[in-house]
């Protein structure tokens, strides 16, 4: 199954919309903020999750006026929590049975938000879950195994790999403008950025570690 959630951070609307027509999701979640996107566009969610201290109160009182086979599970939880509603959204859409999650509105000018969500995909990841930010200008996954992307479903023109364990080694790069071939990548250099696909798909293997991938566009 696979999942649509879209949180609080940025999200360009036109983005959003051309986005989900693309990408048939079974299951669509709500985290706080992000209930405006979804009240905008008239589409009831699934679930909706989170403190909900950030949601216009008209939002957030339309949606639990819904009745009927059509009104949304709502999950709210306490401001005071070890979890964000970010993560509390993938837990619920895992616990639902996802296995790819495509996560929207996950970036934006809180950092500590963006990186707590990039340490999100680790734990999806670590769940066999293929979850991934993205927004009008990248998407970002984390891996820990090999994996391969086909030039013409690329995400914009550049390819970084961000070492998310103190080393990743034996690092092979094939089909990229610069190559490599049996190399440990470590943390606190900036060796993996903006590389670029030469060939019809390239190829990413290594050994051990976590790398995380971030595809982008100007």
């Given at each position: 199954m696979e999942s649509l959630i879209i949180s609080g951070g940025n999200l360009e609307k036109e983005f959003a919309c051309s986005y989900i027509s693309q990408h048939s999701c079974e299951l669509t979640i709500a985290v706080d903020a992000g209930m405006k996107f979804f009240?905008?566009?008239?589409?009831?969610?699934?679930?909706?999750?989170?403190?909900?201290?950030?949601?216009?109160?008209?939002?957030?009182?339309?949606?639990?006026?819904?009745?009927?086979?059509?009104?949304?599970?709502?999950?709210?939880?306490?401001?005071?929590?070890?979890?964000?509603?970010?993560?509390?959204?993938?837990?619920?859409?895992?616990?639902?049975?996802?296995?790819?999650i495509h996560l929207l509105g996950a970036t934006g000018s809180r950092m500590d938000h963006v990186m707590g969500n990039f340490h999100l995909l680790g734990a999806a990841m670590k769940q066999g879950v293929d979850c991934q930010i993205v927004d009008w200008h990248n998407r970002i996954r984390m891996i820990?195994?090999?994996?391969?992307?086909?030039?013409?479903?690329?995400?914009?023109?550049?390819?970084?790999?961000f070492p998310f364990t103190p080393q990743v080694k034996g690092l092979t790069l094939r089909g990229f403008k610069y190559p490599l071939n049996n190399y440990t990548l470590e943390c606190y250099h900036s060796l993996g950025v903006s590389n670029e696909i030469i060939g019809t798909q390239a190829e990413i293997s290594f050994q051990e570690g976590i790398l995380l991938v971030i595809e982008s566009r100007d």
């Open positions: 009240y905008e566009q008239n589409i009831i969610p699934d679930y909706i999750v989170g403190d909900f201290d950030s949601v216009e109160p008209e939002i957030l009182q339309s949606f639990q006026n819904i009745g009927g086979e059509k009104k949304p599970v709502i999950l709210q939880f306490q401001p005071e929590k070890d979890e964000t509603d970010t993560e509390l959204a993938i837990r619920t859409a895992i616990k639902q049975g996802s296995k790819t820990c195994q090999d994996m391969v992307i086909k030039k013409e479903n690329q995400y914009g023109k550049y390819v970084s790999l």
